[in-house]
């Protein structure tokens, strides 16, 4: 099987989820949430207790020592943080409030970049996303994109998220905790958010969901090969 990684970065909300899972349906390969990973390590401490600020090694531990996983069976892929699905957890404000404090620390970059690189040797026909796929983990992708929009579209949009699964949405609260996100996301040493130098950046924030999925499965097509 050939294989075809294409990456799709960007900031908080900017829909690299749900885009980066409606084009790997509409291209016929799988997508790899890598945001998702650092969140369920984020969710894995915060339910043990662990003071994320005062406590980095008790993190690192715990990602080390943690398989972390997807049910490729279901749709989405459920995330398992050992033997935990921690899927319905990723959202909540306090994992968004202690993602980009963990997603800093060297050390769990270390440990998610090679989960990463494992998952994609498995599974080689991917669409994945993240803040520095195109960057770090994959920068001999095979097609390169950086999505983007401005940070009150990106709040509206997850608001939305929350509301439809039923949790409580505070729109400034989400529209600030996206703005300290970008900031910490952009300045951390490793593994920075940038849009790679090969990569197309496309801002959303007029597009709707269709719209940009129908932009970049054109692209994609019009770069590799994508039939299996």
Known sequence: MRRMIVTLDGPAGSGKSTTAWQLASRLGVEMLDTGAMYRGITAKALDRGIDIATEPHAVIELARSSEVRFDWTQQPPRL????????????????TNWVSDVSSMPAIRHVMVKAQRRIASEHPRLVTEGRDQGSVVFPDADAKFYLDASPQVRAKRRADQLRAAGKPVDLDQIREAIILRDRKDAARKDGPLICPEDAQRIDTSDMTSEQVVDFL???VRALVEVEA
Do not use: E, F, K
């Open 217 to 219: 499965a054109q692209r």
């Open 80 to 95: 398992w943080v050992g033997r935990r699905d921690m899927t319905d957890r990723l959202r909540d404000h306090d994992v």
